[in-house]
């Protein structure tokens, strides 16, 4: 179905940051397949995890214990410090499952109309929850009647917060992104998810943070929200986890852990033996090769010599990043540059029609990464 507004380009193989075309022609990745391919294309672990997995067991069911599952788990439980984790397909699923744990440990409580607060210009998600979740009217108009159980507050305000904690006795928990990605590359001051977990505390709302384009080392740590000192309740990944096989994780802690009793969500493909081993080989690969530490490094590059370049354009509004995502607003429609971009041999993207946005693979070289910087500057220093 007509739900992209495709390029007329078609990749037919890929080698680190790099990808070639029908044609042969080469193109250097700053988008990953959006914030997706962390350890690049055709990466040589994950690319055998997947052939050793799929001609050994790809698929049962979990109705019956899943080893690959288990171990992942473990991985995931010690690096994030959560408790118990839900596995699903995709982002929007990963987050369908945190608002459903919400929604439920609402009701255990005595509340009928549990509401969750979202932020504007979040993206949680395509289905209907997490659509109604996300700051876009774009994202929501035509699948009207929204779902009910969700309050809209500005990001980076902790004030605004507190306010609705004052006038609204229905709210269960807080869903936001620790950087907003498809909202333009918005990051929030140092401590607002401290200041957030305080709320949260206060309240006995859970706090859940959707690390699904912030997860697997892109900020500089392997979730975001480890770099504030805080742990939340509920945390969700998906994008980076399999480097491109599809999966999508509901991790929790504590009280949020333990909401959920048989029966009360599922899912066919979720936690099979085959993502779950690809899962497991990127984790490894994630950590072995320090990726976390080198995304903060090179994204400190990449933004200094934007910074260095940019600042002083008429046409530049900001720039701003955490790790290897980017931003640069500008004061005027740029989605051209996309095609520009391409002819130089670089792909990028655009967000909210004004801010470019670059997710790199963590695997990217200082050349690489120059290499980026330089069409990037070039393209906004001309237009
Ligand atoms: C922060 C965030 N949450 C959720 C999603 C949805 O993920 P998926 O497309 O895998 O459903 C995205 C996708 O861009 C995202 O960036």
Known sequence: MHTYGRLDVAFVKGEG???VDDKGNRFLDALSGIGVVALGHA???VA????????????????????????????????SG????????????????????????GKQKGIDNPTIIVTEASFHGRTLATLTATGSRKVQAGFEPLVNGFVRAPYNDVEAIRQIAKNNNTIVAIMLEPVEGEGGIQVPDDDYLAELRKVCDENDWFLVLDEVQTGNGRTGS?????????LPDIVTTAKGLA?????????ARGKAAEVFKPGNHGSTFGGNPLACTVASTVVEEIQRRNLPARAKEVGERMLNTFRERLSALNNVKDIRGKGLMIGIELDASCGDLVGKAMERGLL?????????????????????????????????EGS
């Not at 480097?243 to 991790?251: D, H, Q, R, S, T």
């Not at 655009?350 to 500057?377: G, M």
């Open 17 to 19: 940051a790099w990808l």
């Open 43 to 45: 990466d040589p672990a």
């Open 48 to 79: 055998k995890a997947i052939a050793t997995q799929a001609s050994t067991l790809i698929h049962t069911s979990n109705l019956y214990r899943i080893p690959a599952q288990e171990k992942l788990a473990a991985q995931l439980a010690e690096i």
């Open 82 to 105: 959560m408790d118990n984790m839900f596995f699903g397909n995709s982002g929007a699923e990963a987050n369908e499952c945190a608002i459903k744990i919400s929604r439920l440990y």
């Open 222 to 230: 392997f979730f975001s929200y480890q770099q504030s000192g805080i």
């Open 243 to 251: 480097n491109g096989f599809p999966i999508g994780v509901c991790l």
């Open 348 to 380: 990028i993207n655009v967000t909210v029609d004004k801010v470019v946005r670059l997710l790199p693979p963590l695997i990217i070289s200082d050349e690489e990464a120059d290499q980026i910087c330089d069409i990037v500057c070039e393209l906004i």
